[in-house]
């Protein structure tokens, strides 16, 4: 599972961390959502983060996976709520269209389009991490938009 | 959410709880969730289990469901770990042939037999309930022939 945390109080957001959630190898269903949350727990406490993004998922060809991904999905939305952080979610579309412009780009243009937006100095070539910057930028975005919007009316 | 905590001290095994696990209408997934935890937390502190059993679905007609059951297994499951719970999984037609007989058995066939196996007074009516109880059973069931097994060999 990749995570990434953005400070949104500079222009453009920075990238505090991001990385995957090692779980070990070999173990139960149990003991990879138990790794998963305190992982996360960690994450909330070390950066105080106010809102929490994650990917909106319908569809997955392998159901075993899709219900896998589900369950770490379910821990992750608790540690959210535990800490007292908003939650939004974003499909695998509105990610791609917020960072690229278009709801059909591929993996290696969102990639492409995150060194250029943040301005990073190395791409970020794991897609589960590519993807957790693209969600938290997508957030940004969003929220930006939001109050811009509640400004103006 | 259905669930029941048995004691399989007794024989035949004794009903020491059972019931849905209340969520609130008309909150987030997230809030959903956390009112789960809650809810399973404060059961394993009341009657501290040493086993969690629990359903295992691959398939779901509403894939919508299917992902909120998911992520609510995957919290269920997080519970279990943290209360250092040992964790069993059990398809519908497991539970279905151990508490009838038959992996093909409906409903109604379950509830009748739990009412009988149990000696309940009144029967469970409550679908989900009744897979509670059932799944608790099967688990006793499992777990006193491994034992036995393990005891002959």
Redesign the interface.
Known sequence: MGYALLDHSTDPPRILDCGIVETPRGV????R??AI?TALEHLIREYGPTAFAVER???NKN??T??AV??????A??C???GGLT?A?YTPQEVKLSVTGTGGADKKQVQRMLSAVLSLEAPITQDNVADAVAIALTHIRRAKWDSVVAAAT
Chains 1, 2 share one sequence.
């Open positions: 139960t269903a149990a003991e959502l138990l949350a998922l319908y569809f159901v075993r899709a219900m589900a369950e770490a999905r379910g821990v939305l608790l959210a709520a535990r939650v979610e």
